[in-house]
């Protein structure tokens, strides 16, 4: 009886660590969320890096769940429905409508509206800085694991890495700027690119 006891009241204090480590994850992701997610939009600049898909460097503009992303080699727009993408090699352009986990890998801001739901969250402090973890609830989310890397004191992302199956993709994220912009940024314009190929994969 004592030992049934003892296991009870273990489990209610687990069970409490975790639902606090949960909150406090939560809290660190939704002040994230308020910074990133300015109505007016933001700028930074992010390295990625994938063992199976290569490196990467660019800017990205944000505005809710648009974005706009730059690299040497490709452009990509996303208006929160449709996602244009530009190669520079062949001059074409790629029109789809992409999954979340699409999104995720061209925007490593797009946890801030993931961790809402369909997550189990938890955190520690590594270096300074938190670390906050999130694990698919559902097994069948294209994202089954992700970590945000946050500065304690702007509250601005600095890393995100994130697991598909068995790969897992790392963004660098540096000079994160609040800085307003135009609808227009995260939409296509043919007139740019009147020798582009469109290719439509919707």
């Known amino acids: 009886m004592k030992r049934i006891f ?3 009241l273990m489990s209610v204090l687990t069970m409490g660590i975790y639902a606090a480590d949960n909150m406090t994850a939560r809290k660190v ?3 994230t969320a308020a ?3 300015k109505k007016s939009g933001a700028l930074a600049q ?3 890096a994938n063992a199976k898909l290569g490196n990467a460097s660019g800017t990205i503009a944000i ?3 648009k974005f706009n992303a730059r ?3 490709a452009t990509v727009w996303f208006n ?3 996602q244009w993408t530009y190669m520079k090699n062949t001059d074409e352009v790629n029109v789809t409508t992409p999954t979340q986990a699409q999104q995720t890998q061209m925007n490593p801001l797009t946890f801030i509206n993931m961790y809402k739901s369909g997550y189990k969250l938890s955190m520690k402090t590594v270096e300074g800085k938190y670390e906050v973890r999130m ?3 559902n097994k069948s989310r294209s994202v089954q694991e992700m970590f945000i890397v946050v500065n304690p004191k702007t509250f601005v992302p600095t890393q995100v890495r994130m697991r598909q199956k068995d790969s897992w993709t790392t963004i660098n994220i540096s000079n994160f700027k609040a800085t307003p912009q135009s609808d227009a940024v995260f939409t296509f314009n043919k007139k740019d690119f009147p020798s582009a190929e469109i290719v439509d994969l919707r």
């Open 135 to 137: 694990v698919a609830e």
């Open 29 to 31: 992701l939704d002040k």
């Open 6 to 8: 003892l296991f009870a």
């Open 63 to 65: 505005k809710g769940n």
């Open 80 to 82: 929160g429905k449709t």
């Open 46 to 48: 992010f390295h990625i």
């Open 71 to 73: 690299t040497a080699d």
């Open 35 to 37: 910074v990133v997610g």
